[in-house]
């Protein structure tokens, strides 16, 4: 009998234990505010040409990690197109971040036209989504940088038009 209490304490000592780091982590990075002028990287496109994040400076950006294999990152992506064509003239940018090969984003974007840049990270873009706040290492990941270059908001998962909606729209009245 005492055994088994000793085993349970344990294993509730240990999960909690995991709990607080994980808690702590993610707590620790989504206070963190980035500029993108920190954020300095390039990504090859689609004709394999260096992209630079900088080169949207002063635009609300949208970064989103994704891959061709990831049922909840198709369906954000026709939600982003809508997005993109309806604030483009207001300053937003979506920006895609594929991390997979080349070949499989072209052959998906041959059955779907997106009209934001879509980057090849490859399996380096896992690490630079870990260093934007990708703590438990999933996608569709997203962030969402300001016009002065602030990480403003995460989202592990699938990104909504309504919560997209709920970021942007503050940031366009501050304007």
């Known amino acids: 009998m005492n055994k088994k209490i000793i085993l349970i304490v344990t294993a509730i000592a240990v999960i909690a234990l995991a709990a607080g780091l994980f808690a702590r982590q993610y707590f620790a ?31 609300i950006l949208i970064i989103n990690f994704w891959a061709t294999w990831c049922p909840p990152c198709l369906k954000e992506i026709p939600e982003f197109i809508k997005l993109q064509d309806e604030y483009k ?40 989504a870990q260093q934007l706040g990708n703590v438990i290492n999933t996608v569709p990941f997203t962030v969402i940088v300001n016009q002065q270059g602030q990480i403003v908001h995460h989202q592990l998962g699938e990104l909504t038009r309504e919560k997209v909606l709920e970021v942007i729209e503050p940031l366009l009245a501050a304007k």
């Open 89 to 128: 003239d207001k300053g937003l940018q979506f920006v895609g971040i594929a991390i997979e090969d080349k070949q499989p984003v072209e052959d998906y974007l041959k059955r779907i036209k997106i009209n934001y840049p879509v980057l090849i990270g490859g399996e380096g873009a896992t690490m630079l």
């Open 29 to 59: 990075v989504a206070e963190t505010e980035q500029p993108v002028s920190q954020l300095n990287f390039s990504l090859p496109d689609l004709a394999d040409k260096p992209q630079s994040i900088t080169q949207w400076q002063g635009k």
